[in-house]
């Protein structure tokens, strides 16, 4: 066994992420990941899951630009 220590991410906590990234969302229409970082004070991984979650569930739009990822509600 190695001693490299793993953090878990469950289904509770991503729930939990997808709920902040929303609640960011819905306050602000349309954030990148940048504001989303800054909304929610996630980190991008966490962000990511998050978005998947919402995904999912057909709860949001992303669209990727040059420079960022850009955030909305469906």
């Known amino acids: ?3 490299i220590k793993y953090n ?3 289904v509770e906590i ?3 992420w997808a709920g902040l990234v929303w609640e960011a969302l ?3 229409g349309m954030l990148t990941m940048k504001g ?3 909304a929610t ?3 991008e991984k966490e962000i990511y899951a998050a978005l998947g979650w919402l995904g999912r569930e057909g709860k949001v739009v992303i669209t990727e630009t040059e ?3 850009e955030v909305v509600l469906c």
């Open 67 to 69: 420079s960022d990822i």
């Open 26 to 28: 819905n306050a602000s």
């Open 36 to 38: 989303l970082k800054k």
């Open 14 to 16: 991503i729930g939990t």
């Open 1 to 3: 066994m190695s001693n």
């Open 8 to 10: 878990k991410m469950n």
């Open 41 to 43: 004070k996630l980190k």
